[in-house]
């Protein structure tokens, strides 16, 4: 199986956003491409209002995403914001949500962890999803996870547990001082923790393109990042927008677990 992970930059503009999408669709599937990925906040950039847009996963955003997706007959995962569903009655708030679709896909995940944190507080307009979730593409099974998750081991072995070959992370990453590092380290300590390979797809870094970041809204500093499940980085991208293959071999976390199979050897506390 061939996947792209689209690392783009987005911004406020929703139908400029889908026209993006959809060019990078096209060219996943042109490179022979059977998934292609899109970063997280891939529907608007953070630093935007997110409640006046987000809107439910059978709305026109999703839908126009749905139709790329058969257009193209590939699968897409793509970052949007869905509104809150709290049972307290808030919907105040709005979700932040991956949409995967295509090929037969028709699922979700809800972010859990949010990222308060760098002077951010994600919280205050966005709530936290609280499951898992896993899904299958050519007999293979993916997990997802969303920016500020992957600082979480617990949610990446959760999804190995539930027979994740492979952890699929959708971010928009803070900038700063060592940040492109972490997120790095992060993803290979990920991929070890749970013999999985992991695919981080970020949004790009918009200096790459001469833009100035101001305030702390997370949007983004690229480097996404194929990692083997023995941590080894596979394929990389730098800061600027592109797009990057990865031909999953599925057979090498079978020798992982084999070699190191952390995952039968833990102890659950």
């Not at 689209?6 to 096209?26: M, P, S, V, Y």
Request: net charge negative; glycine share 10%.
């Amino acid at each position: 199986m061939r996947i792209a992970l689209a690392q783009i930059i987005t911004g406020r503009d929703l139908a400029t956003n889908l026209a993006l999408l959809e060019d990078l669709a096209g060219q996943a599937k042109a490179g022979g491409a059977d998934l292609v990925v899109f970063p997280e906040a891939a529907m608007r950039a953070f630093g935007n209002s997110l409640l006046d847009i987000a809107e439910p996963l059978d709305g026109p955003w999703a839908t126009r995403v749905r139709a790329i997706a058969a257009e193209h007959d590939i699968a897409i995962i793509a970052g949007m914001f869905t509104p809150g569903r709290s049972d307290d009655g808030d919907r105040g708030k709005v979700r932040n949500t991956l949409l995967v679709t295509g090929r037969g896909l028709d699922t979700s995940y809800d972010k859990i962890h949010l990222f308060d944190a760098f002077g951010f507080a994600e919280s205050d307009t966005v709530e936290a999803g609280s499951d898992p979730v896993t899904f299958q593409l050519d007999d293979v099974t993916f997990g997802l996870a969303t920016c500020y998750d992957i600082r979480f081991p617990g949610l990446f072995t959760a999804n190995a547990d539930r027979g994740a070959d492979v952890n699929i992370v959708c971010a928009s990453w803070g900038s700063g001082p060592g940040k492109a590092e972490q997120w790095k380290l992060l993803a290979r300590a990920r991929a070890l923790d749970s013999t999985t390979v992991v695919l981080a797809c970020g949004q790009g870094d918009p200096a790459s393109q001469g833009t100035e970041v101001k305030g702390s809204a997370p949007t983004g500093v690229g480097h996404s990042v194929a990692v083997s499940p023995f941590g080894d980085v596979l394929e990389e991208l730098d800061g600027a927008p592109g797009l990057l293959f990865v031909d999953l071999d599925t057979a090498l976390v079978k020798e992982a677990r084999a070699k190191l199979p952390v995952l039968a050897n833990r102890h659950k506390f």
